[in-house]
Each structure stands twice: as C-alpha cells, then as structure tokens.
C-alpha cells in the first residue's frame, strides 16, 4: 500500500521560499496514472489544490497560485517536492501530499492516498 509523507521546516519567514518534500513508499511516482498532488488548508478554511506532478511528468497549478508555484519530482529518490515563492502569513496551512487518480482530482481526503499533513507557519 502506497504511503506518502511530508517534511519541511515549520516555519518560515514572509517573503522567503517554502519548500516541502513528499516522500513516497509502496509505489512509484512514475507509476501510470496518478497526480501526485500537494493541498493546503489553511486555518478555519477548507482543502486548497495546489497543483499535481504527473507520473509522465506533466505539471498543472491552481490558477490563483500559479504564479509562485512549482512542483518537481526526485525519481531516484521516489519524491515530488513544492516549492512556494514569496510567502505571505496567508501561505500558513497545514500542507499535505497526496497521489490521487486524475478523474478523483479535487474531490477530497476521502479519495485517493493522503499524507498526515505537515504545518507551515509563515511569521518573521
């Protein structure tokens, strides 16, 4: 059974990168056909798709987080990682990785294999 699970630093500082990595056992990132997906939720509001790496390597983002998001993928180390540039308190959520069918894209925790979820703080 395929696990997922998430690392990162905890907190960091407005203006700065945020970077996590997900690290995944029990299956292969380039497995067909999987999003291998990052969602936030941040405190008080609901699940946030941020974007999916797929196993082809195809990348796709949410509109509204476009612009400072990248996902990529460690095949050697069977690991997709997020990168958030130019953080802002706004950006504090608990993040978490999941791999998820395409046509279950969106739909919640309920579907798909999930990771615990890892906290973000952003605060100088």
């Known amino acids: 059974q395929v696990q997922l699970q998430e690392s990162g630093p905890g907190l960091v500082k407005p203006s700065q990168t945020l970077s996590l990595t997900c690290t995944v056992s029990g299956g292969s990132i380039t497995t067909n056909y999987y999003y291998w997906t990052w969602i936030r939720q941040p405190p008080g509001k609901g699940l946030e798709w941020i974007g999916y790496i797929a196993s082809s390597g195809y990348t796709n983002y949410s509109p509204s987080l476009k612009s400072r998001t990248s996902i990529s993928r460690d095949t050697s180390k069977n690991q997709f990682t997020l990168q958030l540039i130019s953080v802002t308190p706004e950006d504090t959520a608990v993040y978490y990785c999941?791999?998820?069918?395409?046509?279950?894209?969106?739909?919640?925790?309920?579907?798909?294999?999930w990771g615990r979820g890892t906290q973000v703080t952003v605060s100088s």
């Open positions: 999941a791999r998820v069918r395409p046509s279950d894209y969106g739909l919640g925790p309920g579907f798909g294999s």
